[in-house]
C-alpha cells in the first residue's frame, strides 16, 4: 500500500502541469454542459422567445406562459480502462502505465470542472465498477484502484462490457474508452452506447507492436491467449506483411469508430500524449463552434 500510496503521489505531481496548462481550459469548453434541465413555467413577458411557449399551459390559463430551463452544468464522466493481458506490453513503457496517467489526467480535469467521475475496469467483461462521484478523494481512489488492480481474465471483450455498462449508467454521460482493441467486433454495442452517450476512443499501442525491428529470430507470445511463435524479424518481406497487417486492422478500427461518428485519439505508450490530447480538444471545439 504504501508503494501504491508513492506511485499515485507521482502521477499528481506528473499530470497536474498537462491538467494545470493543457487540458484544463480546452475540457471546459469542450466538456461544459450541455443538457437542460426543465426550471418551472411563468407567465410570459414582452421579449421572452415565442419558442419557450407551454401552449397546453397557454390555453388551459386563457393567456401565455412559457417554460423556464437551466442548464445542467454538472456532467458524469466515465473512465473505461481496459485492464487486459495485452496492456502490459511495452518497450519502454507499459501500454497500462501510459493509460493509468492519462486516466489521471483526464480524473482531474474533470473534477477541477466540479464534474462527476466513474471507472469501469474491463477485460472479459467488465471486472470492477465504481459510480461516478465528484471530489478529490474519490478520484484518488479510482487511481489507487486503477494501479492496484489485479484482472481474473486475460483476453478483451468490448461488446460484452459495453453492453453491460449500457444497462449501468443510465444518465447521459461522457466516456472515455482506453484500450488497445485487440479484440473482436464490437460495433453493435458502440451503435447502441453512442445515441445516448458522449464516446471517446482512445487508442495505446507500442511502437514495436506497429513498427517490428530488425533483430534476428525472436518469440512473440500473445499476452491474451499464450501461444507463442518463432518468427525471423530479419526477413524483409515477414516484417512487410506484418506492418500491413498491422495497419490493415488499424484502418478497420478507425473505419468502425467513423461509422457511427465516434472520434478516436491515437496515442504511443512510449511517447507523451499532450500534444495529441490537447490537438483532439481543438479540434473539438472548433467543431461545436461551426
Not at 493481458?85 to 477541477?112: P, Q, R
Request: glycine letters at 6%; hydrophobic letters at 40%; a positive charge.
Amino acid at each position: 500500500m504504501r508503494q501504491i500510496l508513492k506511485k499515485i503521489r507521482k502521477i499528481e505531481i506528473k499530470t497536474k502541469k498537462l491538467v494545470d496548462g493543457l487540458l484544463q481550459g480546452n475540457y471546459h469548453s469542450v466538456f461544459k454542459g450541455r443538457g437542460i434541465e426543465f426550471s418551472q413555467i411563468r407567465e410570459y413577458v414582452i421579449g421572452d422567445d415565442i419558442r419557450s411557449i407551454d401552449w397546453n399551459v397557454t390555453a388551459r390559463m386563457n393567456k401565455p406562459f412559457v417554460k423556464e430551463f437551466i442548464e445542467e452544468r454538472d456532467l458524469t464522466v466515465y473512465i473505461v480502462f481496459d485492464a487486459s493481458a495485452s496492456s502490459n506490453f511495452g518497450s519502454t513503457v507499459a501500454k497500462k502505465e501510459a493509460a493509468i496517467e492519462l486516466s489521471a489526467s483526464l480524473c482531474f480535469a474533470a473534477m477541477n470542472n466540479n464534474d462527476n467521475v466513474g471507472l469501469v475496469l474491463f477485460t472479459e467483461g467488465i471486472e470492477r465498477f465504481f459510480p461516478a462521484r465528484k471530489g478529490k478523494k474519490h478520484v484518488l481512489k479510482l487511481i489507487r484502484e486503477m494501479l492496484a488492480f489485479q484482472p481474473m481474465h486475460r483476453g478483451t471483450d468490448i461488446e460484452k462490457t459495453m453492453i453491460a455498462l449500457s444497462n449501468i449508467a443510465k444518465k447521459r454521460s461522457i466516456i472515455f474508452l482506453i484500450s488497445d482493441f485487440m479484440t473482436g467486433d464490437f460495433s453493435k454495442s458502440i451503435q447502441i452506447m453512442r445515441t445516448k452517450h458522449d464516446i471517446i476512443a482512445i487508442n495505446i499501442n507500442d511502437q514495436n507492436e506497429m513498427d517490428l525491428p530488425d533483430v534476428g529470430y525472436i518469440e512473440l507470445e500473445d499476452e491474451e491467449t499464450g501461444e507463442v511463435m518463432l518468427v525471423n524479424t530479419s526477413d524483409r518481406d515477414f516484417r512487410n506483411n506484418y506492418n500491413r497487417l498491422i495497419n490493415d486492422r488499424y484502418s478497420r478500427i478507425v473505419s468502425k469508430f467513423r461509422k457511427v461518428g465516434i472520434d478516436m485519439i491515437r496515442l504511443r505508450a512510449d511517447e507523451g500524449f499532450e500534444m495529441p490530447i490537447k490537438r483532439f480538444f481543438k479540434m473539438r471545439e472548433r467543431r461545436m463552434v461551426r
